[in-house]
């Protein structure tokens, strides 16, 4: 078959969607990658990809990282991709990639990461934080905006052929905000097979590690708060909007660093060698979550995000009821009293890794391929 892949955009650091992407490029290293935007510089994971074709709203440089300010023209960018001379074309998005338009005998299964977020379950959150809602001159424009993306975003998810969501958190989302849509069965995503092999190390120098985009749902301050009154060591590694209001939080905190990007082999010493992963926020799934396990490291998450539904509370980690500086300081603590059994991590990795999303992927790419004899 001939295959394209599609992705919301090109232009952010290394993170869970574009592990499903390396994972989607091993199983069709021909596929073409095609987005909305394209920042080369800010995206040296995607040079494996032989081609990579973005919109026409790639012409304009200044714009590549300021796909908030383009979402009005998202939807189309997205329909003006010609995918006539493909056979199966496979998006990966929490956006618009889904809105592609293809014609009959182009096969099209969407890789669900979320309904847009803006759009539905986080839309109070981002009215209350975005600086257009905010504004009385700008709030009735944005409004109309949102109401005209939601309308489209209706319309665009009856496009594809098949709707796989990422976690159950995911599906139950879809089936809630598209109800007239079949949802199809999930696929949990793919943690990386060089971390799996690697053997836990169970000596701690007792910090806790986060690894993760730096914004506001992701509720890291939360987690800044609990140790800076635990007294407990903290690494921080990524980068995003929030970088620069939460290193303002810990100028007063030694214990406590902040790193917006660090080489594979120090990932792996911080994985290695910390007590615990904190994710705190509620995630679309959390593939860091697999990660840490991978290590023989328990993990202390969220019990809504998806990534918490392959948790075995105190066996694996800890689940917190809610996202409070004060659950995660009981969770902290509970954690140090645990007798933590690598072993039994490594093996929800085992059930997890990329081998077996590939070969999900692979099935469902064959079934229908069959279908189109």
Known sequence: MQVALVYDRVNTAYGGAEQVLSALHELFPEAPLYTALYDAKKTPWAKKFSQIRPSFLNK???????????????PLAFESFDFSDYDLVISVTSAEAKGIITQTQTKHICYLLTPPRYLYSHKSFYQKHSLFY??????QLTNQLINYLTNWDQLAIHRPDVIIPISQLIKKRANKYYPQVKIGPVIYPTVIDHQSTNKPVNQSTNYYLIVSRLVDYKKIDQAIIACQQLKKKLVIVGHGPEFGNLK????????????????????????????????????????????ALSYGKPV????????????????????????????????????????????????????????????????????ISMSMR
């Open 300 to 367: 202390i998450i969220h019990h809504s995000s998806g990534a918490a539904e392959l948790i075995q509370d105190k066996k694996t980690g800890l689940l917190l009821k809610n996202s409070h500086a004060s659950t995660i300081k009981v969770a902290i603590l509970e954690a140090e009293n645990i007798s933590w059994r690598p072993a039994i991590m490594k093996q929800t990795v085992g059930r997890n890794n990329q081998l077996v999303f590939k070969k999900q992927l692979a099935n469902l790419c064959k079934t």
């Open 248 to 291: 303002f939080k810990i100028k007063n905190s030694p214990q406590i660093k902040i790193f917006p990007q660090v080489a594979k082999a120090k990932i792996a010493h911080l994985y290695q060698h910390c007590s615990a992963l904190l994710m705190p926020g509620e995630e679309d799934f959390g593939i860091v979550a697999l990660e």
């Open 60 to 74: 304009i440089k200044f714009l590549r990282n300021k796909h908030r300010w383009l979402a009005f023209l998202m």
């Open 134 to 139: 905010r504004l009385p001159l700008l709030q």
